[in-house]
């Protein structure tokens, strides 16, 4: 499985992003999946989770309330919509599929994206 992450940039303090990750098979829709980021100097950390069927999500604590994750499985693809960024978004953020359908906590995936960059500016 291959994951294709876009829709970072640079965007200010308050502003909004949205991320989209595209799996390379059809069966995606089999997989869990879900979204990681890395600051500069600092472990790659969770962000959020959704289950194969998008009814089911998880979030970190640090971005609960301000990012929603969603996916399109006709189009193989799981989006994360940042609002409200602040500076301490900034970072890499990479998508996983984890081959579960059910997770209930962050995901641990067997496959990854290239990652993506977002930045936030003061």
């Known amino acids: 499985v291959q994951l294709q992450a876009s829709g970072g940039g640079l965007v200010q303090a308050g502003g909004s992003v949205r991320l989209s990750c595209v799996a390379s098979v059809r069966t995606f829709g089999r997989y869990a999946s879900g979204w990681f980021r890395q600051a500069p100097g600092k472990e790659r950390e969770f962000v959020a989770t959704?289950?194969?069927?998008?009814?089911?999500?998880y979030y970190a604590d640090s971005v609960k309330g301000r990012f929603t994750i969603s996916r399109d499985n006709v189009k193989n693809t799981v989006y994360l919509q940042m609002n409200s960024l602040k500076p301490e978004d900034t970072a890499v953020y990479y998508c996983?599929?984890?081959?579960?359908?059910?997770?209930?906590?962050?995901?641990?995936?067997?496959?990854w994206g290239q990652g993506t960059q977002v930045t936030v500016s003061s």
């Open positions: 996983g599929a984890e081959r579960l359908m059910q997770v209930a906590g962050p995901l641990r995936p067997d496959y």
């Open positions: 959704i289950n194969f069927n998008g009814r089911s999500t």
